[in-house]
C-alpha cells in the first residue's frame, strides 16, 4: 500500500504552519477595538442620554418645586414617612442616589445589553465581521477582545452617571451630607464610597 497523496497545497500548510512574523496574541489589539466601539454612533448616543439625565432631572426639579414642597406637607402626603425622592434636591450625594435610583430599573440595564449583545450581531449584520473574519484572527481572540472591550464600555456607562450627577448636583444644590429616608445623615467621606458600591 502506498501513502496517501496530498495536494500541494496541503504540503506546503504542513511545511510552514504560520507566516513569518505571525503572532496570534498580536492580532486584534484592544485598543483597535475600543476605538472602533467609541466610533460608533450607539456609543456616542449612549454617553449622551447618560450625561443629560441628570440636567433634566435637575431642570424636572426646578419646574416641579423641590420634591419635599415648600407648603410643609407636599411630597409626604402630610405623614412621617418619606423617600428617596422627597430629599433629592438636599445635596449633591441626594441628587445622585436619586439619579442612580431613577435610572438603575431601566436605563442602566440598556448600556451593558447595547455592548455586549450588539457587539457581534451588529457586525455580523453590517456586513464588516466578515472581513475580521477573513483575516487571520483567531475567533477566541476576536470574541475576547469584543467582550473585554465591551465590559469596559458598560463599566464607564455606569461610573458616568453618577460622576456626572455629583458634578450637577454640587453645582446645583451645593455639597452636603447624605441625608437617608428613614432619618440620619451620612457624611460625605462615607457616601462617596457607599456611591461607588452602587
Given at each position: 500500500?502506498?501513502?496517501?497523496?496530498?495536494p500541494?497545497?496541503?504540503?506546503?500548510?504542513?511545511?510552514h504552519?504560520?507566516?513569518?512574523?505571525?503572532?496570534?496574541?498580536?492580532?486584534?489589539?484592544l485598543?483597535?477595538?475600543?476605538?472602533?466601539?467609541?466610533?460608533?454612533?450607539?456609543?456616542?448616543?449612549m454617553?449622551?442620554?447618560?450625561?443629560?439625565?441628570?440636567?433634566?432631572?435637575?431642570?424636572?426639579?426646578?419646574?416641579?418645586?423641590?420634591?419635599?414642597?415648600?407648603?410643609?406637607?407636599?411630597?409626604?402626603?402630610?405623614?412621617?414617612?418619606?423617600?428617596?425622592?422627597?430629599v433629592a434636591?438636599?445635596?449633591?450625594?441626594n441628587f445622585?442616589?436619586?439619579?442612580?435610583?431613577?435610572?438603575?430599573?431601566?436605563?442602566?440595564?440598556?448600556?451593558?445589553a447595547?455592548f455586549?449583545?450588539?457587539?457581534?450581531?451588529?457586525?455580523a449584520?453590517?456586513?464588516?465581521?466578515?472581513?475580521l473574519?477573513?483575516?487571520?484572527v483567531?475567533?477566541?481572540?476576536?470574541?475576547?477582545s469584543?467582550?473585554?472591550v465591551?465590559?469596559?464600555?458598560?463599566?464607564?456607562?455606569?461610573?458616568?452617571?453618577?460622576?456626572?450627577?455629583?458634578?450637577a448636583?454640587?453645582?446645583?444644590?451645593?455639597?452636603?451630607?447624605?441625608?437617608?429616608?428613614?432619618?440620619?445623615?451620612?457624611?460625605?467621606?462615607?457616601?462617596?464610597?457607599?456611591?461607588?458600591?452602587v
Amino acid at each position: 500500500m502506498s501513502a496517501p497523496v496530498q495536494p500541494p497545497e496541503a504540503r506546503v500548510a504542513s511545511e510552514h504552519p504560520e507566516a513569518a512574523g505571525y503572532r496570534a496574541g498580536r492580532t486584534l489589539p484592544l485598543r483597535v477595538e475600543a476605538m472602533r466601539q467609541l466610533r460608533r454612533r450607539r456609543t456616542l448616543l449612549m454617553g449622551g442620554v447618560l450625561t443629560a439625565l441628570p440636567f433634566i432631572l435637575i431642570i424636572a426639579f426646578a419646574i416641579g418645586g423641590t420634591p419635599d414642597g415648600e407648603d410643609g406637607g407636599g411630597g409626604r402626603g402630610g405623614g412621617s414617612r418619606i423617600n428617596l425622592m422627597d430629599v433629592a434636591t438636599e445635596s449633591a450625594a441626594n441628587f445622585a442616589a436619586t439619579s442612580l435610583f431613577v435610572s438603575a430599573g431601566f436605563l442602566l440595564v440598556i448600556p451593558v445589553a447595547l455592548f455586549c449583545g450588539d457587539t457581534v450581531a451588529s457586525e455580523a449584520s453590517w456586513s464588516s465581521l466578515r472581513y475580521l473574519l477573513a483575516a487571520p484572527v483567531p475567533r477566541v481572540r476576536l470574541l475576547w477582545s469584543k467582550l473585554v472591550v465591551a465590559l469596559g464600555f458598560s463599566l464607564a456607562a455606569m461610573v458616568l452617571l453618577p460622576v456626572v450627577a455629583l458634578a450637577a448636583g454640587t453645582a446645583a444644590y451645593g455639597w452636603g451630607p447624605l441625608k437617608l429616608p428613614t432619618g440620619g445623615a451620612l457624611s460625605a467621606g462615607d457616601t462617596v464610597p457607599r456611591l461607588a458600591l452602587v
